[in-house]
């Protein structure tokens, strides 16, 4: 596993090894409640490893509602919250993570209009935003979101929190 300080190593990894760092995300079940659970052990997750900084958490269905969203800390703004709308956007469409779709984006060198053509003034293939899945249902549940750092570490928070809480289940 890439550590927090390691982030920008993410951009050295290949596809394939980007996608083996989602091992472990697929959770047991997935309710509201259990979206509540795991929206605050991603909270507490932001504050304990990244305490100077502030960042908005989101879980969205794939229907579109949501439900969680909430800040780690005073000092977010608005632009974060545009953030996590064009971060999931990409997780809800590709099911993929964010960054991995960014990751394939350098890679041929493409931009999401040219390769996927889709805006990129609505999608953002940025880090930060990773599938929620369950065993035994191929279909994507919907998406978890955090911004407010480097997008490697958004992302490695993300999945970080999933796996946890995979653990926990």
């Known amino acids: 596993m890439v550590s927090f ?4 190593s993410l951009f050295n990894l290949s596809l394939e090894e980007l996608e083996q760092l989602q091992e472990g995300t697929t959770l047991k079940k997935f309710n509201a409640d259990e979206a509540w659970k795991l ?13 100077k900084q502030s960042l908005v958490i989101d879980i969205t269905l794939a229907s579109g509602q949501v439900l969680f969203h909430t800040s780690s800390g ?7 919250d ?7 956007k990409v997780v809800l469409r590709i099911g993929k993570p964010s960054f991995m779709v960014g990751q394939k984006l350098r890679m041929k060198k493409m931009t999401m209009e040219e390769s996927l053509g889709i805006s990129s003034m609505e999608y953002a293939s940025h880090g930060g935003s990773v599938p929620i899945k369950i065993d035994g249902f191929d279909n994507l549940i919907g998406a ?11 992302h490695l928070l993300a999945t970080t929190a ?7 289940q």
């Open 82 to 88: 545009e953030w996590v709308n064009r971060k999931k």
């Open 39 to 51: 929206g605050c052990l991603t909270r507490v997750l932001a504050i304990e490893l990244f305490p």
């Open 162 to 168: 999933l796996k946890k809480f995979r653990d926990l």
């Open 144 to 154: 978890l979101t955090v911004s407010g750092l480097p997008q490697g570490q958004d």
């Open 5 to 8: 300080e390691d982030h920008l």
């Open 74 to 80: 005073s000092g977010t703004a608005v632009d974060n």
